[in-house]
C-alpha cells in the first residue's frame, strides 16, 4: 500500500563452497584480506569442554593497544615504517571514531594509510584523494591512500614528504588508535614498546568467554548442497539459525504463537550440547587464519559432529572491508563471513556486507 | 556525511531538565545541540534577551556516545511572527548561533524565505499548515541557504499532532523535493528524545529519501551552521566582529566561533 | 534477487552471490521507562509495539507479522524479525511511540541489520575504558 | 509549474431504501471516508490523505459521489472504500456501502464513463418499465443521454483539459 516505505536497503551475501585441500581455494586470501576484526565466535556442535589446543590458540590471539591522542604523521615517520611497521605486519584503526560521522584512519598491514575524512579535513588536507563511493547529492566525504610502499610516495620523495607536511601542519589530525602488531619472527617487540612509551597508551588482551549451549535443534548440512534447495535449508536460513544461537534465541516455537514463530528450519536434528567460544577486540587476520587451521585439525580424530563454523565480524566503523574496498554505514555497519568447516575437509564461505559496502570478493 | 545534530532542544529555566536532556542527546550520538529560545512578539511582555552562556550549564559537558569527544551546545532564537514589524533584527540576534523564524501568515513566509536573514525556517506541526507552499518562495530558501525545519517531537506526543506534522512534511516535500530540509526534535524531555537513526528513519514517512532523510539530521545541519557562521561573519568574508564591539568580546569567545571551533575540534 | 554462477574452477568449487535476497531484517531494541519499577513480559511488550503499529498505519496498514525473538524482562531489550517490506513501518512505529499506560516510554534501536548474525558482532559496544 | 497530479474516484453510494439519499451531504460523505481511512491506515494515512483529498460532487439522487486525491495514494482512498458501512447525517444513521465504479485521470474520462454507465442503467430499467408513459420518459432520458456524450469524435481525452468541465450537466 504505501509503497514508498516498503523498501529497504541493499545488501549482498556471497556464499562459497570449496574444500581446503583444494590448490585454487582462497579461503586463506579471503581471511587476510579482512584486515580489521572485531569478534570471533566458534561453535562446536556435540562439544562440552574446549579441546585444550584450541584454547591454547585462543588464548594466544596477538594482544593490542589502545593508543590515546596519537597524531596520524607517527604513522608515517620514518622511524616508525622502519622499525616497528617493516618488522611485521602493523594494523591500526582509530577508535571511537564513526565513519559516517568522523575522520576514520586506518593503516593496513601493506603500507598503506587510509583516511576516510569530511569534506572540511579534505580541503584543509590538500592531499589527493578520491570522493567516497557513499555520497549523497554533494560529496561530503573523500578517502585519501597514502601508500609509503609505492614507488611515489616513497620516504624521502616529494609526495612523502607533503603528506608529512599536511598531516604535521597544515592539519594535525589526531585520533585514538587501536593497534596490533603481527611478529614475524625474531623479537622486535622493543622498537614497538619504544614508539608506544612515546604515547599514552593502554595494552589490551582479547577478551575470550566460553559458553556451553545445551539442547538445540539443529539444521541438516549437506556440504555438496551450499544452495540448499530441495529439503534443505538456504544460506540464509542456515545463518539466521546460527545467529539466534549464538544470541540465545529460542528455536523451537509453534507456527501459532503470539510473541515468536522461529523455528530452525527443516529437515533439523538436535544437538545435546554445544561449545560456543566468542574472542572479542581488534583480532589480527594472522591469528583468524591460526584459529582456521586448528579447526580443520579438530576432525583429525573421530567427532560426533560432522560440522563446526566460525563466524568473524569486522569493524563496523572501518574504512575498509576486504582488501581496499571501501566500507560505509548506512544504517548499520555489517561485514561479516563465516565458515563451516566440513569433516571431510570441504568449507563453506558465507560473507555478508550492508548497504555502503562492495561486494565481497 | 557530517555529524549529528539536533538544533531544537527546548530552553527551560530548569537548569537540571535541560542538562538531562543535553546528556541523554549525547548518549544518544549527536555531537552537537542547540538549546532553542523561542520568542513570540505578539504575546506581551516578549522580548528578546541574551541568552545565558552554555558553559554555565555544565563544568564538564558529556561526552558523545562512542566518541572521545564532548557534545557542543549552541543557542538558538526562534522568532514566532504573525506582523511583519515582528522581524527586526537586533543586537541581541548576535549573541545567538542560530536564528530562526516561525512565519504565521502566507505573505510572511514569503518574506521569510525571500528577504529575512535568518538560518531556520520553521514549519508548523502542531496546527494545519494554513497556507500552501508555492514553488517560488520555498526555491528562493534554498537559493539562500535558509533550510526549512520540522520538529519530531509534538508526533510523539499526540496523535492529532502526528497527522499535522505528518502532512504538513509531505506537503513542504512535494515543493521543495527533499532539500534543504532538517529535523529537529524540540524536545522538552530526555524521553522525547530519539536516536539520529531513527529520525532518518522516520525522515522517510515525511517524505524524504533515504539519503535526504540521513542528511537532514547531519549534513543540512552543518550546512544551516556554517549559514548561521556566515550570517555573523558578513557571508564569512570578514570575521572582525570582536574589534567592531569589543564589549562583546566574552560573548563572541563563547559563541561565535563555534562552528570554526567545531572545524578545529574535528581534528 | 538472482544468485549468479561463476565458472567452476573445479568440481567441487561453487560461487553464488545473493543480492537483497534476506526475506527478513532484524532489529535489537531497549525500551525505556520513565516509571522504572514497570515490569513487562513478552506478550505485553509485543501488544504495545503492534497496538503502536495499528496508531500509526491503522488495521491494514499494520496487518503484517512480525516475531519477538528475544525479549528479557529484567533489561527491556528484545530482538525482532520483520519482513523487508515491514521494516521502515515497525522501525517508525517505534520511534513514535511515546507512552506505555499513560507513562513516558521510548525506545531506542539499538541495530538492524538483514542478517541476524550480525547482530552478535557490533563493533559500536565495544568499550575499552 | 508543475502540477500535481489527480485521481478521482467514482463510487456509488449504495443504499437499501433509496429516499435516505436525500440525507446525504458532502461533508458527510467527506468525514465518513476520512474516518474509514484513518481506521484502516492510521495517522499516516490520515495525513497523506488528508493532502488535497476533496468530495468534488455529490448527486443526492443518485448517491453517485466523485472524490479526489492525489495519484499516488488513491489505492489508499480505494482500499478504505470498503470498509464504509453506514453514513451519519443530520443525526441519522444511513447504512450504506461504497461501490467503485470508475478511477480516472481526470474528472472528464469519469463523466464519459458516468453518463456510459448510466446509460446502461437506463436500458436496464427500461425492460422492467411496466406503463408506457415511463417507458417514454426513460427513453427520453437516454436520448438526452447520448445527444451529451457528443464528445465522443474527440477520442482520448489530454490531460490538459483537466479542470474545466468542474461544472458538468445533470446527466441522469
Known sequence: MFTNLEKCPRNLLVCEKSCFLNEKSRHDIHVAKHYFNYKVSVLIPECGVIPSRLRSVVNGFTKYYLVRDLPVYKLLEEEFLEKVASKGSIYALSYNTKIDQDNTIALLPTGQLILSVDKDTYEELGLEGQVSEYNHRQPMRYVVTIDVTSKSVALGTKRYKRAMWALKEKMPLRSDFLLARHNIAGDEEGALQSFLSQHNCKELRPSVSIQTLKDLPCPSLDPASLRGGGELCDPHQFLEWLGAVTIGVKCDNEASNFVSTYCCPEPQGSISQALLCTVTGLLLPEDIHSLLEELRRYFDEPKFTSWLSVTVHGFADSPISWGTTEHGYHKGGENFYSFVVFKNQDYWLHMGTGTNDGCPP | ?267 | MQPTDKMEESAIYERRVFKNASVYHYMKIALILENEDKRMNAAHFKQLIISALKDLYGEIGAAFPFDVLKFEENTLTAVLRVYNSGLVKLWSALTLLGSYQNEPCAVQVKQVSPFLLALSGNSRELELD | MVRFKSRYLLCEVCVSDQSSLQLLDDRTVFSAVKAAVCHAHGDYGAALCSLSFAVKYLNAHTGVVFLRCRKSHYRLIWSALPFITSLESRGQRVPCFFNCLHIGGTIRTCQKFLIRYNTQQLHRMLRHCHTEAERLEVRRAVMSCSLKSRGKEEEEEEEEFEEEEEEWGEVV
Open chain 2, 1 to 267: 556525511m557530517a555529524v549529528f545534530i539536533d538544533l531544537n532542544i527546548s530552553h527551560t529555566t530548569d537548569k537540571k531538565r535541560l542538562q538531562d536532556i543535553i546528556e541523554t542527546a549525547a548518549h544518544l550520538g549527536f555531537s552537537t545541540v542547540a538549546i532553542n529560545h523561542v520568542v513570540d512578539l505578539q504575546q506581551k511582555k516578549q522580548e528578546i534577551g541574551k541568552p545565558k552562556s552554555v558553559s554555565e550549564l555544565f563544568d564538564q559537558f558529556p561526552i558523545v556516545q562512542g566518541k572521545s569527544r564532548p557534545i557542543k551546545v549552541l543557542n538558538r532564537l526562534t522568532v514566532v511572527v504573525s506582523e511583519a514589524s515582528h522581524f527586526r533584527p537586533t543586537n541581541e540576534f548576535k549573541s545567538y548561533d542560530i536564528i530562526a523564524v516561525f512565519p504565521k501568515t502566507e505573505k510572511l513566509f514569503h518574506a521569510a524565505c525571500m528577504s529575512f536573514d535568518v538560518d531556520i525556517i520553521c514549519i508548523a506541526v502542531t496546527e494545519k499548515q494554513p497556507f500552501h507552499f508555492k514553488r517560488p518562495p520555498v526555491n528562493g530558501a534554498i537559493d539562500r541557504g535558509v533550510f526549512f525545519e520540522i520538529s519530531y517531537v509534538p508526533a510523539i506526543k499526540d496523535s492529532t499532532m502526528r497527522r499535522y506534522t505528518i502532512s504538513n512534511a509531505l506537503s513542504l516535500m512535494e515543493t521543495c523535493k527533499g532539500k534543504n530540509v532538517i529535523v529537529s526534535s524540540g524536545a522538552e524531555k530526555p524521553l522525547e528524545l530519539r536516536g539520529p537513526y531513527d529520525i532518518a528513519n522516520l525522515g522517510l514517512l515525511f517524505g524524504l529519501s533515504e539519503g535526504d532523510a540521513k542528511a537532514a539530521v547531519s549534513t543540512n545541519c552543518r550546512a544551516v551552521l556554517l549559514h548561521g557562521e556566515t550570517r555573523k561573519t558578513a557571508l564569512g568574508i570578514i570575521h572582525t566582529m570582536k574589534k567592531i564591539q569589543p564589549t562583546m568580546e566574552g560573548q563572541e569567545e563563547d559563541n561565535a566561533p563555534a562552528v570554526k571551533r567545531a572545524k578545529m575540534e574535528a581534528v
